[in-house]
């Protein structure tokens, strides 16, 4: 599965019939986006000078996994604060 959507994707999703079961999942992938980027910043503030280029590649396609199935598993509750104030502030 794929997180990265354009704008036009975004708004294209949202114009569904089943809007909020397609917000949720605009929600879901925003938020792996966001764990992803906060596991990458964690993983270079601790920089192993025996890692190779490859060991460097190997761990970002990790983090990058590794964020989608923390969001797919309910993540930290970031998804829910997005459609929480979506519902509250555009319906």
């Known amino acids: 599965m ?5 704008v036009g994707e975004v708004y294209s999703i949202l114009s569904l019939p089943d ?3 397609q917000l949720e999942k605009v ?3 925003f938020e792996a986006i966001f764990l992803q980027k906060i596991l990458s910043e964690l993983s270079s503030s601790t920089e192993n000078p025996f890692f190779s ?3 460097r ?15 797919e598993a309910g ?3 970031f998804k829910n604060y997005v459609v ?8």
Not at 57 to 71: D, T, V
């Open 57 to 71: 590649f190997w761990e970002k396609m990790y983090i990058m996994q590794l964020g989608e199935k923390l969001a």
């Open 84 to 91: 929480n104030t979506y519902k509250k502030n555009f319906r």
């Open 27 to 29: 929600a879901e992938e």
């Open 75 to 77: 993540g930290i509750g």
């Open 19 to 21: 809007k909020d079961k």
């Open 53 to 55: 280029p490859q060991t």
């Open 2 to 6: 794929s997180f990265i959507l354009s």
